[in-house]
Structures are given as C-alpha cells and as structure tokens.
C-alpha cells in the first residue's frame, strides 16, 4: 500500500511540471515580424500607433521585405489604436489597445498573388490575439 501511494504521488510531482511547462502562456516579445513568399515587394510599409496625444511610428521601409524588428517602449501613454500602410492603402490593423499595453507581437505575412497582395495580419498581447486578412490591388 506505501509503495503504490509513494508512486502516486511521484506521478502527480512528475506531471505538474510537465503540464505547467507544456501549457505555460506565451508572453509578447515586443517584436515587428514580416514575412513575404518574394525577395521584396515595392510597395512602402508603415505600422504606426495613435494615442490620443500623438502618434508613433512602430515601423517604416520603403520596401515590403522579411525582417524582425524590435519595438521601442513606448514613451506616449493611453489607449490606442494600431495601423498598418501598405503603398497608398490604410488598414486599422488594432482598433483598441489598452492604456496598460506596452508588450505586444504583430506578424504580417504579405503574398504577391497574380499583382495584388494578400495579407495575413496577427496582434497579440497579454490579453488580445486578433488575425485578419486582406486582399490590396
């Protein structure tokens, strides 16, 4: 009886750990991720945040290319919103951002299919996840 008890609660010491590392929540690295299934596109890239104070650029290139980039901390304070430009069109990529954000992940997959682009938009934060996609002629 001790012996099957002992090697029960070795299981439940063993399995806590593994469950916890397995299912542990995956925090925002602050990070600007863009890929494209082309070497570049020429087609000019902005991600910008508006606060109602200000606005900050979060990334800008003259060229749509894959890159990682890091975000700055943000020094603008409050609730915004998240936009992404891509050539001349305007895309409300997060329509809330909470006053409390300051990590946060955004992911663009940008497509070149048959002249238009296809794009894949992801925002995560401790709270939101949020995909979109978009066709741009």
Do not use: W
């Not at 001790?2 to 029960?8: D, E, Q, V, Y």
């Not at 975000?71 to 998240?82: A, D, L, M, P």
């Not at 992801?122 to 996840?129: E, L």
């Amino acid at each position: 009886m001790k012996r099957r008890t002992f090697l029960f609660i070795g299981c439940i010491m063993l399995a806590i750990p593994i469950f916890l590392l397995r299912f542990r929540p995956v925090l925002p690295r602050n990070i600007v991720s863009i890929q494209t299934n082309v070497e570049s596109i020429e087609k000019k890239i902005e991600i910008r945040r508006e606060f109602l104070n200000g606005t900050e650029m979060i990334y800008s290139a003259p060229k749509i290319e894959t890159v990682e980039s890091q975000v700055r901390k943000s020094s603008n304070i409050g609730e915004s919103h998240i936009f992404l430009t891509i050539g001349e069109q305007e895309l409300e990529l997060v329509p809330y951002v909470n006053e409390n954000v300051s990590l946060f992940d955004i992911e663009i997959i940008v497509k070149e299919v048959n002249q238009k682009l296809k794009v894949k938009t992801s925002y995560r934060d401790k709270v939101t996840n949020q995909v979109k996609n978009v066709t741009i002629e």
